[in-house]
C-alpha cells in the first residue's frame, strides 16, 4: 500500500471480489443473446480498413451494431466508424468483413499486424477488449478521461448512463512506478468511477484488480 500526504491507495487483490456483479465465465454479447435471434445467420457487414479506423457500409445491418451493442459511431453519412479493436472483435465473431481500400479482403493475420503497427499495445488492450465485451459490458475508449477505457453497467448504454469504470490493461510482465500508479488512481477519482487493472497473461487471460482511494 502506497501512501500519500492526505490518502493511500489500496489494491482489492482477490478478483473474485472486485466487481460483483462480473461474472467469472464469459458470456456473450447481448444481441448474440436474444432469444428472437437465435438460429438466424448474421449477414457480414463489409467495410474498409482506412488508417486507425475500420468504416463500414451505410445499412442497417451496419447500424444495428451500432444501435444494439454501440459499436462504434454513426457518421452523417449514415455508415459506422468502427474503432481497430472493434472491428477486430466484429470479425472474430463473424458479423463484419474487412477490406483494404483496393477492395482485397483483409484476413485475421494480415489485420493484426496493421492493427500493431498502428497500436503497438494493441494485442494487451483487445485482450481486455474481449473479456470484457464477451461478459456482456459495453467497453469504449476513455480519451478524454485519459485511461483506455470506460466500461458501463450490463444493460446500460453510453448516453443513457455515465460509465461505471475506467480500466488499464497491463501486460503481467510490465513495471508501473508508483508516480504512474498513482496518477491512475486520481484519474478515476477526479471522475468518480471505479478504477481497474486488466492485468494480461501471456496466455490472454485477463485478471482484474479494482484500486481504491482510502483516507487514513
Keep these: 500500500m502506497a501512501k500519500t500526504k492526505k490518502e493511500s491507495i489500496e489494491a482489492v487483490e482477490d478478483p473474485e471480489t472486485l466487481i460483483e456483479d462480473l461474472p467469472t465465465l464469459a458470456e ?17 457487414v463489409p467495410a474498409v480498413l482506412c488508417g486507425e479506423k475500420v468504416i463500414t457500409e451505410s445499412s442497417d445491418d451496419a447500424r444495428e451494431l451500432y444501435n444494439q ?23 472474430e465473431k463473424g458479423r463484419v468483413e474487412v477490406k483494404n481500400d483496393s477492395g482485397k479482403l483483409i484476413n485475421f493475420e494480415t489485420y493484426l499486424k496493421k492493427a500493431r503497427k498502428a497500436e503497438p499495445n494493441f494485442w494487451i488492450r483487445y485482450c481486455v477488449f474481449k473479456d470484457m465485451r464477451n461478459r456482456g459490458y459495453i467497453i469504449k475508449t476513455a480519451l478524454k478521461f485519459g485511461a483506455d477505457f470506460r ?14 469504470w475506467i480500466i488499464y490493461p497491463v501486460h503481467e510482465g510490465e513495471t508501473l512506478t508508483w508516480y504512474e500508479f498513482a496518477a491512475k488512481n486520481r484519474v478515476a ?28
Design 28 to 44: 456473450p454479447v447481448a444481441e448474440e443473446n436474444d432469444p428472437e435471434k437465435k438460429g438466424k445467420k448474421k449477414k457480414l
Design 69 to 91: 451493442s454501440r459499436f462504434g459511431n454513426i457518421a452523417e453519412s449514415g455508415k459506422v466508424e468502427l474503432s481497430l479493436l472493434e472491428a477486430f472483435y466484429l470479425m
Design 151 to 164: 466500461v458501463y453497467d450490463r444493460g446500460v448504454k453510453p448516453g443513457e448512463d455515465h460509465a461505471r
Design 189 to 216: 477519482h477526479s471522475t468518480k468511477k471505479r478504477l481497474l487493472m486488466g492485468i494480461v497473461d501471456d496466455e490472454g487471460d485477463v485478471t482484474y484488480y479494482e484500486i481504491k482511494w482510502m483516507r487514513p
